[in-house]
Every structure is written in C-alpha cells, then in structure tokens.
C-alpha cells in the first residue's frame, strides 16, 4: 500500500510545525527546515510521522523523542532515527522515555533522518542554568492502549472538505473571473481588442473555430508570461481576501 506522510514536530506534546504531506509515497523526502522555540530544558521534542487520511483521523505511522537536556549545545546533530509504533505512544514522555533506554524497538516502523542543532537565543550560556529553575512541563499522558485514530471524523471530513473548496476558488475559479473581468473592462486595451477580434472572426467564419481558439490561447499566454501583467490583474480590488 502506499500513505500520505508528514510529520509533526511538538514540544511537551504541543505542535509546532508541520511539514507538507507527500501524497502516495512510502520513502518521503520532507527537507523542512526550520525553528522551534524551546523554553525549558527538561522539554522533549517529539517527532510524529502521520499518515493523511482524508475524512478521517490521520493515522500515527511512528514517532521518536529527543530530550532536550541531551542535546549538545551549538553542535548539530544528523543521522537516521528508528521510529516507536503507535503502541508505543502511551503514558507521559518521561515514563516512555524511561522505558525506551531500557527496551530495544522489536519491530521494524521505520527511520527518519533528523539533523538538529540546540542554540540559545540570547547567546549568552548562563541562561540555560537559569532555565534550569523553571517547573517542570506538563506532558500529555496518552492511554494505555497506545495511539489509536476513532476512524471516520465528521468534523476533520468537514474541513477537508471546505479546504478543497477554498482551494478550487483560489487557485481556479477566482483567477479565471479576475481574467475574464479584465478582459471585458478593457484594462488592457491590446489584450481586448485582440480577443474582440477572433471571437468575431470565429462568429463569422465557423470553420476557423479551433484555429482562432488556439491563437487566442497562445496570445493570452505570450501576454501572461510578463510578471508585471499578472500582477496587475491581480492588484484588482476583487482579489483581495474580505479577511482583510
């Protein structure tokens, strides 16, 4: 089979960041690169490797914890990390963690190439020791029965859904109105008048349908191919999100 894979990164069982799913693919190549704020030195980042599933709850295909306090500081660390199953993922980081320095993985879910380096912001060491003073995180505790997706969400089928439709306005019918809406106020005189003229030419002479379809196409895109003429039909005020 195949799986949509991504992978959340959470500190203290909290999400961070996320990279994009792959979709249909057994061996991903993420390349994520990025930040995550760390506040604590006894947090844990964990790695969760998750399998889309549209319409229902993505399924957990593995994970793997670093401890904080096990980083060494400005040194980067790289390398393939074996992954723990779903029903590893029970109890808080520190009971797993505990449990996982004494137990070896027994079955194979896999390994994700990780490289890592911790920093502190300020630059300045001594913060780390006063770091030291803060309260221990709250960790999730997850159920004994380990990572286990309810199936069929309505809520996450919802929002798939209303994600597709925000995509399908977006990146197709919107550009397609803002084109069309161009066109006929005549913004883009050479454009309009060019268009004018093959839509009478094909009314007059039917037979040259497709000839003159291909030619307004292949104008059209010869005159989208200037940056600056996007952009200025998409600096319409109709472009612009009601959310701002």
Same mark, same amino acid.
């Given at each position: ?31 994520w690169h990025g930040q995550v704020e760390i506040k604590n030195p006894a947090s844990v980042v964990m790695l969760r490797? +998750? #399998?889309?599933?549209? @319409?229902?709850?993505?399924? &957990? $295909?593995?994970? /793997?914890?670093?401890? =904080?306090?096990? !980083? ?89 859904? +209303? #994600?597709?439709?925000? @995509?399908?306005?977006?990146? &197709? $019918?919107?550009? /397609?109105?803002?084109? =069309?809406?161009? !066109? ?61």
């Amino acid at each position: 089979g195949t799986s949509d894979p991504y992978v959340i990164v959470a500190v203290d069982d909290v999400e961070k960041a996320r990279t994009e799913t792959i979709t249909m693919n057994l061996n991903p190549v993420w390349d994520w690169h990025g930040q995550v704020e760390i506040k604590n030195p006894a947090s844990v980042v964990m790695l969760r490797v +998750m #399998d889309y599933g549209l @319409g229902y709850e993505d399924e &957990l $295909l593995g994970f /793997v914890e670093f401890p =904080v306090r096990d !980083l060494p500081l400005t040194t980067s660390v790289m390398g393939w990390f074996s992954l723990y199953g779903a029903g590893s993922l029970t109890g808080t980081a520190t009971e797993r963690l505990s449990r996982n320095r004494a137990e070896k993985i027994k079955d194979d879910f896999g390994s994700i190439f990780v490289e890592m380096s911790l920093e502190i912001v300020s630059g300045d060491p001594i913060d780390e020791t006063y770091a030291w003073l803060l309260p221990e995180p709250n960790f999730h505790h997850y159920p004994e029965a380990g990572f286990n997706p309810k199936g069929l969400d309505p809520q996450s089928l919802i929002d798939d859904i +209303m #994600d597709i439709k925000s @995509g399908i306005m977006q990146c &197709l $019918l919107k550009p /397609v109105i803002l084109f =069309v809406g161009h !066109l006929f106020s005549w913004r883009s005189p050479v454009l309009s008048f060019f268009i004018c003229v093959a839509l009478i030419g094909i009314g007059l002479r039917p037979e040259l349908c497709m000839t003159g379809l291909f030619a307004m196409f292949g104008f059209t895109l010869l005159w989208l191919s200037d940056p600056d003429r996007r952009m200025f039909i998409a600096g319409q005020p109709a472009s612009i999100p009601l959310c701002d």
